[in-house]
């Protein structure tokens, strides 16, 4: 059987623009199944894939984790009923199922998740792609399909991070940086119960950040609020990029508080005021599968919006340079028009 060719648009090497690629489609193990993808969000995660920021590609590389679409085929072994649903896929699509982590239920953890990302072989910006069947969520059904894209990553990230920092009421958050990770913690934080505080460097977004959740805002290019703020969180979360006051962001925490990081940030921290706060930083990667499902419940349940454009797939270029330049109102969908 000559097998089915399907469409994509990849990086043919380290830091190129996407164009369209051609590729066969890959054989579907028993516990897979096949997606025809309707929407792929796009992440700045994809942004440094493509530019390896992480080590972990192979080119021609096809980026794109947060997949919608409908399960067009099963594997021997998943059940045929699933054929037709609406699905979600976030970054993880497979795990090992053996080592450690994967037999205490943190797949995200797996030994393997570097070649277990949805994007291996490629990802969803293209036609169609296969992962294991545990990793194709269902997405409820009045949830529209660009709002279920955003969730499988970004929803997916902040949910898990903030869900499991979350240990009692009023503990006083502080979100670093109000874009596509930062304007959903706003909104999840809230609904969660903690108290929390927007901190950003652009002032424009504050009325924004209040109304997604925040009950304070702090400019962190305002020394005076800054310092006002000392011993002040519990927790900072940090979701922006670049442009972090890393040398205010330990002084802002109680004594034992702890910095949570869920981008990829260059750090730079100074050890003092770590040390002798007793201050803990800690990394928060996507989440369990039970995780995922308890996030699309609660977003659900408390209305959570992702703010979001969606363009065709074959503007993707375009949609890169507009997240690049800072320019998306958070996040962008892209939708599959092949
Ligand atoms: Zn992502
Ligand atoms: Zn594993």
């Known amino acids: 059987m000559s097998a089915v060719k399907i469409i994509g648009y990849a990086a043919m090497v380290e830091g190129a623009s996407l164009t369209p690629f051609t590729y066969d489609e890959p054989l579907l193990k028993a516990n ?56 979600g896929v976030g970054w993880q699509g497979r795990a090992c199922g053996k080592c450690e982590w994967c037999l205490k239920g943190d797949v995200h953890l797996c030994m393997d998740v570097a070649d277990n990302g949805s994007w291996t072989p490629y990802g969803g910006f293209s036609s169609s792609m296969a992962v294991e069947e545990g990793f194709a969520y269902p997405l409820p059904e009045r949830m529209d399909s660009e709002v279920g894209a955003v969730m499988m990553c970004a929803g997916f990230t902040v949910y898990s991070a903030l ?44 009325e924004e950040a209040l109304a997604l959740g925040a009950t304070h805002f702090i400019s962190t290019l305002d020394k005076v609020t800054l310092s006002d703020a000392a011993y002040y969180f519990d927790l900072l979360y940090i979701t922006a990029h670049g442009g972090i006051p890393w040398e205010w962001m330990v002084s802002l925490l109680k004594k034992r508080g702890k910095l949570v990081l ?45 703010m979001l454009e969606m363009l065709p797939m074959s503007q993707v270029n375009h949609a890169i340079e507009k997240l690049k330049q800072n320019k998306a109102h958070y996040r962008i969908v892209l939708v599959n028009d092949f």
């Open 163 to 206: 869900h499991k920092y979350y240990t009692a009421p009023g503990l006083r958050l502080g979100v670093v940086g109000i874009g596509g990770l930062g304007h959903l913690a706003l909104q999840f934080a809230r609904a969660m119960g903690f108290e929390v505080t927007a901190l950003s460097s652009s002032t424009h977004k504050r």
């Open 32 to 87: 897979e199944v096949r997606i025809a993808i309707t929407h792929c969000g796009l992440c700045g995660t994809d942004i440094q894939g493509i530019d390896n920021y992480y080590g972990i590609v192979d080119y021609p590389f096809v980026p794109g984790h947060e997949i919608v679409g409908t399960i067009s085929e099963v594997g021997t072994s998943v059940s045929p009923s699933r054929i037709g649903e609406r699905v």
């Open 262 to 306: 869920s981008g990829f940030p260059d750090l730079n921290l100074d050890s003092v005021d770590l040390v002798a706060h007793e201050l803990s930083i800690e990394g928060s990667f996507l989440g369990t599968q039970q995780d995922m499902r308890d996030m699309l419940v609660f977003t659900q349940e408390h209305r959570i919006e992702p």
